[in-house]
Every structure is written in C-alpha cells, then in structure tokens.
C-alpha cells in the first residue's frame, strides 16, 4: 500500500476516513469530494488515534497505522476468529478475547490482538469448561458463552471458579488421597521480606516443611513447589499444581511494610471484587483466618479478593497467606519461634479439614479442633 498523508485523495482515503468516522474520531464528510480527500481533520483524526493505540504519532497512514484502523473496526462477535497460523487474526476483537480469557482465569499469553497458539490454547480451554466444542474457533456460540459468564456475577469472573466448586462438592470429606501444593514464596536468590539475617524465604521454607509433615501424616498428597533454595517463576509454580491436578494450593508469605506498626496475619483468595457468591477459595481464606487468629492471637488483617497471577492461573482453590510483618518487632518474635510455626502448620490444616467437612457434611464440626481430632476423623 502507498503511505496515505494530507493532501491526498482517492478509493483508499475515502477507506481511510470511513473507518476513523466508524472510530468516532472524525466527522461525516460533507459532499463525495470531501469523502475522498485527506484533510487536516483527517490528520487530526489519525493522529488522535496514533496516540490512543501507542503507534508512532505522525499522522500518516502508514502499514501499521492502517492495520491497526482495520483490526479497531473489528468487535467481539462481528465476525469467527480462530488461529490461522500464516495470518494470524488481528484486532479490537481478538483483544476483547484474550482479555475476557484472561479475566477468566485462562491464560491466552500477551494481551496484544494478535490471535497467537496460547489464544488458540486458552480458548480451547474455556469452550472445554463450558460445555462448548473445543474447536478453537471463536464463533457465535462461544462469544454468547462469554458474555453471559462476565455478565453473571455467581460465576465469580472465573468458570474455572464452576470447576474448582464442583470438585470440591466431588471430593468427599477425607483428606486422604487429596492433593496439596504447598508453595513457599521466594527462595534460593529470591529472600523476599528481610530483617537482620531472617529471610522471609528461608521462615516459609520452614513452614512448608512443617506443613509438609502434618499433611503427610493424614495422609495427604502435599507437594512442594520448590527446594530449600531455588525459586521457579510464579508461572512454574501454577504449572505444577495444574499439571499435579491439585485440589488446593497454599502460596505462604510473610510480609514487610516500611511502618514498624504493621502486623497481623491476612488472606487472598482469587476474586475481582465483584463476587456476590462464596467461592471455596473466600471460604477457605476465612477458615484459615480464624483458625490462625484464634490459634496465634495475631491480629486478623482479614480475607481480601485479588487476581494475582498466582491465585488466578491455578486451576485449583489456590490461597496466598501473609502470616505477620518482619518489619514488626512483635510479628518477628512470633515468626522466628518454631512454636508459632506449628501453630501456623496446624491451624492451616485443620482450615483445610474443616473445608471439605463443611461442604461435604450435613453436620459441621464444630469448636476447637486439633490434628489428633482430625486423625481420628479421617480413620472414624
Ligand atoms: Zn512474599
């Protein structure tokens, strides 16, 4: 194509200015003549819309710029898209996609219009968990999919969320045989929060181990995510509990806030805020904070939605626990003990006993409930 500038005129102009008039950006043309001819307001309009998308402001139209005019007429569901690896589809729409994927919980890579092989992957994914033919192609069936999951709010922005509920009603009351990722945060090079010589990595290594050895002992399936000193991506982690078709995952973190006055224990959970149903990963965050604050007397920082990448590309009912401030004298007394560690490792478990008891039976237990009390449960 020939680059477009003021002054020119012609098929190609007037293509030009339909779509910027499409855009809003520029106004109806007047007569035919006007239609076909790049004006100033033309100019204006285009560079308007090179500073919207990032393009190179210089209000020619360019390769790029019409390519990405063409891709901003385009709006989810205007027309089938799916991966054509020669020409791979390109636009607002494909963007639409990969963002609602991406809201959803399924990873579709880089959000940049471009349908790509993890587009393709990530829709595949979603048509599967919806009841949809998984043929990768984003028709008219999968995009009434779409709207109707981010419209309704019970499906909690995630139908993975649909899944992860459903399992969890599937999975009986017994921990045995249930699956466990137990994901220190940080480690190796990676120290995360540090006071004087203590590392928040090597306490939550610690922890895990602790953990580890409660889960294992009611015959859990628990899986560390790292070793003593390396830290894999947050991307490896997810991939681990997914590939390990985990029931849960427990990111453990303690945290660091420049005020010495910070402290306490919270929990996040996999949410956007606009929840309007409990999801086993805001019933578990709130299990595991009472049993916490009752067991530790530390401060209840409560439960919060977020939709960190470690939360959101967890297939499972996956928590990120802050157990107190290194940057908080009390906290790290507590933090560095090995009795407040146990504590943390029983109180964890027996949250995670008292979620499947609670789903899966009529009567839920109730009161103090110790690991013995568990062992016992699980052998009754
Ligand atoms: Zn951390």
Same mark, same amino acid.
């Given at each position: 194509?020939?680059?477009?500038?003021r002054?020119?005129s012609?098929?190609?102009?007037?293509?030009?200015?339909?779509?910027?008039h499409?855009?809003?950006?520029?106004?109806?043309?007047?007569? $035919?003549?006007?239609?076909t001819?790049?004006?100033?307001?033309?100019?204006?309009?285009?560079?308007a819309f090179?500073q919207?998308?990032?393009?190179?402001?210089?209000?020619?139209?360019?390769?790029?710029?019409y /390519?990405?005019?063409? @891709?901003?007429?385009?709006?989810?569901?205007s027309?089938?898209l799916?991966?054509v690896?020669? +020409? $791979?589809a390109?636009?607002?729409?494909? !963007?639409a996609?990969?963002?609602?994927l991406?809201?959803?919980?399924?990873? $579709?890579g880089?959000?940049d219009?471009?349908?790509?092989s993890?587009?393709?992957?990530a829709?595949?994914?979603?048509?599967r968990?919806?009841? !949809?033919?998984?043929?990768? =192609?984003?028709g008219a069936?999968t995009?009434?999919?779409? #709207?109707?999951l981010?419209?309704v709010?019970?499906a909690?922005?995630?139908p !993975?969320?649909l899944?992860?509920?459903?399992k969890?009603? *599937?999975?009986?009351?017994?921990?045995?045989?249930?699956?466990?990722?137990?994901?220190?945060?940080?480690?190796?090079?990676d120290?995360?929060a540090? #006071?004087g010589?203590?590392?928040? +990595?090597?306490?939550?290594w610690d922890?895990a181990?602790?953990?580890?050895?409660?889960?294992?002992? =009611? @015959?859990?399936?628990?899986? &560390?995510s790292r070793?003593?000193?390396? %830290? $894999?991506?947050?991307?490896?982690?997810? *991939?681990?509990?997914?590939?390990?078709?985990?029931?849960? &995952?427990?990111?453990?973190?303690c945290?660091?806030h420049?005020?010495p006055h910070?402290?306490g224990v919270?929990?996040?959970h996999? @949410?956007?805020g606009?929840?309007?149903?409990?999801?086993?990963?805001e019933? &578990?965050?709130?299990?595991?904070?009472?049993?916490l604050?009752?067991?530790?007397?530390?401060?209840?920082c409560?439960t919060?939605? *977020?939709?960190?990448?470690?939360?959101?590309?967890?297939?499972?009912?996956? !928590? #990120?626990?802050? /157990?107190?401030? &290194? %940057?908080?004298p +009390?906290?790290?007394?507590?933090?560095?003990? %090995?009795?407040?560690?146990?504590?943390v490792?029983?109180g964890?478990?027996?949250a995670? *006993?008292?979620?499947?008891?609670?789903?899966?039976?009529?009567?839920p237990?109730?009161?103090?409930?110790t690991?013995?009390d568990i062992?016992? #449960?699980?052998?009754?």
């Amino acid at each position: 194509m020939r680059v477009l500038r003021r002054g020119d005129s012609g098929v190609d102009v007037a293509d030009v200015n339909t779509m910027l008039h499409a855009l809003g950006l520029l106004r109806a043309a007047s007569d $035919p003549t006007a239609a076909t001819a790049f004006t100033v307001e033309t100019e204006h309009a285009i560079l308007a819309f090179q500073q919207q998308r990032g393009l190179r402001a210089d209000g020619l139209v360019e390769r790029a710029t019409y /390519l990405a005019l063409r @891709g901003a007429q385009y709006h989810l569901g205007s027309r089938p898209l799916t991966f054509v690896f020669s +020409a $791979p589809a390109n636009g607002d729409d494909v !963007l639409a996609l990969q963002q609602q994927l991406n809201g959803l919980g399924y990873d $579709p890579g880089r959000c940049d219009g471009v349908f790509g092989s993890r587009t393709l992957n990530a829709l595949r994914r979603f048509q599967r968990d919806g009841g !949809l033919d998984p043929d990768g =192609v984003c028709g008219a069936e999968t995009v009434r999919a779409l #709207h109707r999951l981010v419209r309704v709010p019970a499906a909690g922005g995630r139908p !993975l969320l649909l899944r992860e509920q459903e399992k969890l009603r *599937k999975s009986g009351r017994r921990l045995r045989g249930k699956r466990i990722v137990i994901d220190p945060g940080h480690g190796g090079p990676d120290t995360g929060a540090v #006071h004087g010589h203590t590392t928040e +990595a090597e306490l939550m290594w610690d922890l895990a181990r602790r953990l580890e050895g409660h889960m294992v002992a =009611v @015959g859990m399936d628990a899986l &560390l995510s790292r070793g003593a000193n390396n %830290s $894999p991506s947050v991307a490896r982690r997810t *991939k681990l509990a997914n590939d390990a078709d985990a029931d849960l &995952l427990l990111s453990l973190h303690c945290a660091h806030h420049s005020s010495p006055h910070a402290r306490g224990v919270a929990s996040f959970h996999f @949410g956007n805020g606009d929840v309007t149903t409990t999801t086993a990963g805001e019933l &578990l965050a709130r299990l595991v904070q009472r049993e916490l604050v009752a067991r530790t007397a530390q401060p209840d920082c409560g439960t919060h939605p *977020k939709t960190w990448d470690i939360l959101r590309h967890c297939r499972c009912t996956a !928590l #990120h626990l802050e /157990l107190g401030y &290194l %940057s908080n004298p +009390a906290d790290r007394a507590l933090l560095e003990d %090995s009795t407040f560690r146990d504590q943390v490792a029983e109180g964890i478990l027996v949250a995670v *006993k008292r979620l499947y008891v609670l789903d899966a039976m009529d009567q839920p237990m109730t009161g103090t409930f110790t690991v013995d009390d568990i062992l016992r #449960h699980e052998s009754a």
